[in-house]
C-alpha cells in the first residue's frame, strides 16, 4: 500500500505560483503513474494532471494546459505540480493520486487510480 502526503498549498493572489509537492512511500514508487485532482467546496473531484512511471508522458485537463506542469523524481518518491498564472477559481483542495489502489477509483487516459493523499489547500484571491 502507498502512502501519500501533499504539502505547499497556501493564498496567493491572481496571477502568483505555487508549487505543490507529494511524498509517496509504502510500495515502489517508480513503478505507477501518478496525478493530481482538485475539489472546490461543493462541487465533484476533477483531474488537474498525470504524469507516467517514467515521467515520459504527461496529460493535462484542458483548463490548466499551458499554466500547471507535474513532473516527478523517483530518487526522491515525490511528484510536484508547480502552478502558475493562478487564477481565483483554481481555488480547491489539490490531491495527489496514485495508480493502483482500490480507493475513488477514477480512470483518466487509461490509467487507473486508486490511491489518495489528505490534500492541500490552495486560495487564490482576486
Known amino acids: 500500500q502507498v502512502q501519500l502526503v501533499e504539502s505547499g498549498g497556501g493564498l496567493v493572489q491572481a496571477g502568483g505560483s505555487l508549487r505543490l509537492s507529494c511524498a509517496a512511500s509504502g510500495r515502489t514508487f517508480s513503478s505507477y503513474a501518478m496525478g493530481w485532482f482538485r475539489q472546490a467546496p461543493g462541487k465533484e473531484r476533477e483531474f488537474v494532471a498525470t504524469i507516467s512511471w517514467s515521467g515520459g508522458t504527461t496529460y493535462y485537463a484542458d483548463f490548466v494546459k499551458g499554466r500547471f506542469t507535474i513532473s516527478r523524481d523517483n530518487a526522491k518518491n515525490t511528484v510536484y505540480l508547480q502552478m502558475n498564472s493562478l487564477k481565483p477559481e483554481d481555488t480547491a483542495v489539490y490531491y495527489c493520486?496514485?495508480?493502483?489502489?482500490?480507493?475513488?477509483?477514477?480512470?483518466?487516459?487509461?490509467?487507473?487510480?486508486?490511491?489518495w493523499g489528505q490534500g492541500t489547500q490552495v486560495t487564490v484571491s482576486s
Open positions: 493520486a496514485a495508480q493502483g489502489g482500490r480507493s475513488g477509483i477514477t480512470v483518466v487516459a487509461g490509467t487507473v487510480f486508486g490511491s
